[in-house]
Each structure stands twice: as structure tokens, then as C-alpha cells.
């Protein structure tokens, strides 16, 4: 049952390969990933059973920059070469906008992480995004 519906969103678009989602952008991969990502926080807030305004404020503590840039700081020691690379490539990327909030560096390495959060679900690497959302939760909960 759970294969049905980890497979749902990504057989919207058949259309991208393996060859295709290497040509994507760090932008582009970043932008489905900041909405992959948002979508595993809420998902894991929904549990707690709290007030929709409370789930919002909650989901912001985890989707900011600043606490994006955390998370990839955090989970350096365990992400492969070619992760590492991903966020490399993601944190450098030219952006044609300023961050509104946020510290211009906390805002590159949160672009670096969503690049590599885009590109683990467009590749169908679904057990590494939840492996290192567990490792964010477990983080952010201990801390």
C-alpha cells in the first residue's frame, strides 16, 4: 500500500529521466524541493494535533532559512560525495532575488539543501529523504 503512494506525485510528470534531472537547474531543483520538503514537515506536524495556526507557525521553525542552513551544517558528516556536490552546486547558484528575512549565507546553504532534497525525490531516492528528515527530527527535537 505505502508503494502506491510514495510513486504518486512523481508519475505526474513522466516525462523527466535520469539524463533530464541532471540538466535541471540547482533553481529548479530547489524549487521542488523547498515543496517536498514543506510537505514532510507538515506532514510529521499533522501528528501533533494542534490548531492550523499553530501547525503554520511550527511549519516556519522548519522551512526558514536559517534553519535549513542548520539542518545541512548538521547533516554534513552523513551525506555521500555526490550530496555534498548537490548542495555545493545548489548554494552557489545565482539567484535573482534577495532574501527577505534571512542572512544571505543562511539563504545559500537552505537553496543548497532544497537543491539536494529536489533532486533525492525527482531521482526516486524517497528511503534518503526520509532517512535525513529523521535525522532533522531527531536533531531539532533533542536540541
Known amino acids: 500500500m505505502e508503494k502506491e503512494y510514495r510513486n504518486l506525485f512523481r508519475s505526474l510528470n513522466t516525462r523527466l529521466d535520469g539524463e533530464d534531472i541532471n540538466m535541471l537547474s540547482p533553481l529548479q531543483l530547489a524549487y521542488i524541493g523547498d515543496a517536498v520538503f514543506e510537505l514532510c514537515v507538515r506532514t ?3 501528528q501533533r494535533e494542534m490548531p492550523v495556526k499553530k501547525l503554520h507557525d511550527e511549519t516556519i521553525k522548519y522551512v526558514k532559512a ?18 555534498k556536490y548537490l548542495v555545493r552546486r545548489g548554494r552557489n547558484a545565482k539567484t535573482h532575488s534577495t532574501p527577505k528575512n534571512a542572512d544571505i549565507m543562511d539563504y545559500r546553504y537552505a537553496t543548497g539543501f532544497e537543491s539536494l532534497i ?7 531516492q524517497d528511503d534518503r529523504v526520509v532517512e535525513l528528515f529523521d535525522k532533522i527530527i531527531h536533531l531539532s527535537t533533542n536540541n
Open 66 to 83: 536559517k534553519a535549513q542552513s542548520t539542518f545541512v551544517h548538521e547533516l554534513e558528516g552523513i551525506l555521500t560525495e555526490k550530496e
Open 44 to 46: 510529521y506536524l499533522l
Open 118 to 124: 529536489g533532486y533525492l525525490y525527482l531521482t526516486g
